[in-house]
């Protein structure tokens, strides 16, 4: 099976989505809001939003699974 744009593009929003979350439970002097970068002004670390990116991000994998396009 070749490895399509679509898979790619897909791998790598999971990786970030993974990453947020990652961001979201764990606590430690790098995750302080003073240090974060200033675009996390805006984009607060919550985490019903990090599970709800993460469904969305797996139902979109699971989409592709069924057309055959990732795995």
């Given amino acids: 099976m070749p490895i399509t744009f679509e898979a790619i593009l897909y791998y790598l929003i999971i990786i970030d989505s993974l990453t947020y979350t990652l961001l979201t439970f764990t606590k430690g002097k790098l995750h302080d809001k003073v240090t974060h970068?200033?675009?996390?002004?805006s984009l607060p670390l919550k985490?019903?939003?990090?599970?709800l990116y993460l469904g969305l991000v797996f139902w979109?994998?699971?989409a592709l699974?069924?057309?055959g396009i990732i795995f």
């Fill in 60 to 62: 979109i994998g699971l």
């Fill in 65 to 67: 699974y069924r057309l």
């Fill in 47 to 51: 985490p019903l939003f990090a599970f």
């Fill in 37 to 41: 970068w200033p675009i996390m002004k």
